[in-house]
């Protein structure tokens, strides 16, 4: 990936260069400028699933311009912290980072809607509302106030409910339990007596072998076998009310995607929505043969949760949901997109996906 | 579009030629060689959904490629029949066309799978299977005998089982109708008394009105309603057996796509790859819309298939995958890999969206 004619810049601003020769002489292919981005994540560099996706996309951008923008991966805690990725590209330090937007909810209460919500919608209903039912449009907007422009770059598909150290037959069996589980599933879990912790996902074997929490919620079998949570926890259970189809985000700088020429920008918006298509695949063919495995070789007891924890889940979900919603002007107005598009989308289930995986089995 | 230094060409090897400046001045940009394609479908131009999708890919690979390839949509029969594509772009006489694969089985028994077959996987499995399973592998080794390269290009999602003019109460109700429905589907109709009917969409509603067809299956409520299907026909029943999650396909001429330089090649795949992320969040969005129109405007009587209606298409269905494997060496192989695939989704689905579906509801 090193090129002779690369500029290494570490700022939005200076990463904005025409090479000396010819910029004019193909005026329809904007030029030869050649761009080097930096990216930071929050995740380990080599995570199945989002680790690999973020390279899959450097890769994807780097073939599609020739060259003319490359991505150097500053995965992890390589460069900022993982939970640092939003601030660092907003002030420019790097020009692009790919995270979740839930875990921006201290800069508004409106970002959990862009990556998921409890009992809200799931990966192919997410891609739907964010691109044809004005989700997206919500999400720019709010986002431009950071100076990011945000793209949809990747989605787990259902999760998992977590890892417990003991098994839930009731409400009872929540309270007074420590569980990393991030966003608004960790708020609402704390609303049933549950001491919500929030740690990188990269801390959480540690933080369950050593005692410091008694479950741990992260993505799903793919990850979670890789993770090695089975040698840590007993139960995995299911199905994940807290993040039923989460959307991975791709955050760029505004001043470094301005300052690219207009075929560059359609390749950067290209590229993460294949990645957006690339990760769900990813994942759904990867869980299943995670899941034979934990099951068959590491004997993991896999759980539903019972009828009653779900109930109060959901209805502690939609409480929560409503006050967010009635807490902030703009965070209202995304509530009340996803809720309409929500409740045709449950219509439409209704006669799609829910009848056929009955006529299936 | 047009841009003055265009090569018009009509057929792949003409298509390939480099403008007369500068074509060493920028070495790793592979040059400013320019190409225009012609591209056939099976839609009419402006079907929604299908045909959408197919301007949308033309102005997404113009926009990425700052003009360098551009894209001539020639629609539905503007160039040549709708089930003449794969033929068309096999022999160059188009470069690139978009169609769905199981209208070829003629040319191939394994066709079917590359697209959907009867109780096999939804849109989210199929790209699991394609992507990170085997498929895509083994549906490029089988267009290569063909000189056409495959892309998975959109899908519709789950579709409906059809549009009746009659109550389907039992087995008894399908003897002896006449219905369109292509591929499979239509053969594990026969199979049980009905007459198949193979013909474009295009043609569905003239031929429900005329009745030269007692019913038909074309994709789900977004589609059916741009059709007017809903003034032809009273029940529409659901789930789509038939086609639970249907791949479209984009086929690229094996010569015109070896002509391109790389960035371009890459162009093209990243391009497919956002159309089929962006098709199913289309008709994921619009369905849901047109689903509450037809009910709530039109009256139509929404009904779901009965039970030992859906058990003997099952066993039919399941017969004739069988039956097709031991047929051709080639798809033998195919099914393998799918069934294979399909067992363990089974496992994971149970585990995942199944019981989320039921949690939220």
Redesign the interface.
């Known amino acids: 990936m090193k090129?002779r004619?690369l500029i290494a810049a570490g700022s939005a601003a200076a990463a904005v260069a025409a090479c000396a020769?010819?910029p004019q002489?193909?005026p329809?292919?904007?030029g030869?400028a050649r761009f080097r981005w930096t990216m930071v994540t929050s995740w380990p560099a080599d995570l199945p699933g989002l680790g690999t996706a973020v390279a899959r996309l450097a890769g994807?951008i780097g073939?599609?311009?020739?060259?003319?923008l490359e991505i150097d991966i500053q995965a992890g805690n390589a460069l900022v912290a993982p939970f640092e990725v939003f601030d660092a590209v907003s002030r420019g330090r790097a020009e692009i980072g790919h995270s979740a937007a839930y875990y921006w909810k201290s800069k508004s209460p409106a970002t959990p809607y862009f990556c998921s919500v409890p009992?809200g919608l799931?990966?192919?209903?997410m891609?739907?509302?964010?691109?044809?039912?004005g989700g997206l449009e919500l999400w720019r907007e709010l986002y431009a106030r950071f100076a990011l422009v945000p793209f949809p770059c990747g989605n787990t598909?259902?999760q998992?409910a977590g890892w417990f150290n003991r098994e839930i037959t009731s409400l009872d069996d929540l309270r007074g339990l420590k569980m990393r589980i991030p966003g608004l599933g960790g708020e609402v879990m704390s609303r049933l007596g549950v001491t919500q912790v929030n740690i990188p996902g990269g801390e959480i074997f540690s933080a369950l072998q050593q005692g410091a929490i008694d479950a741990a919620e992260w993505v799903?079998?793919y990850n979670d076998l890789a993770f090695g949570l089975h040698r840590v926890a007993k139960y995995c259970y299911?199905?994940?009310?807290q993040e039923?189809g989460p959307t991975l985000e791709c955050i760029v700088n505004q001043r470094a995607f301005d300052a690219l020429?207009?075929?560059l920008k359609?390749?950067v918006e290209?590229?993460c929505?294949?990645i957006?298509?690339?990760m769900?695949?990813?994942?759904?063919?990867?869980?299943?043969?995670a899941?034979?495995q934990l099951v068959e070789v590491h004997k993991v007891e896999?759980r539903?949760?019972p009828d009653p924890v779900?109930a109060a889940l959901?209805e502690q979900s939609r409480q929560l949901l409503e006050e967010l919603a009635a807490s902030d002007a703009f965070a209202r107005r995304v509530h009340d997109s996803m809720h309409a598009?929500r409740e045709?989308?449950?219509?439409?289930?209704?006669?799609?996906?829910?009848?056929?995986?009955?006529?299936?089995?």
């Open positions: 090129r004619q020769r010819a002489a193909t329809a292919t904007a030869t994807m073939r599609a311009s020739a060259g003319r009992f799931n990966a192919q209903e891609n739907g509302w964010l691109y044809h039912g598909g259902v998992m799903g079998p299911y199905p994940g009310w039923p020429p207009d075929d359609a390749i290209v590229c929505r294949a957006n298509d690339d769900l695949a990813d994942y759904t063919a990867r869980n299943q043969d899941l034979k896999l539903r949760l779900l959901r598009y045709r989308i449950l219509a439409w289930a209704a006669v799609s996906e829910v009848p056929y995986y009955q006529a299936r089995s």
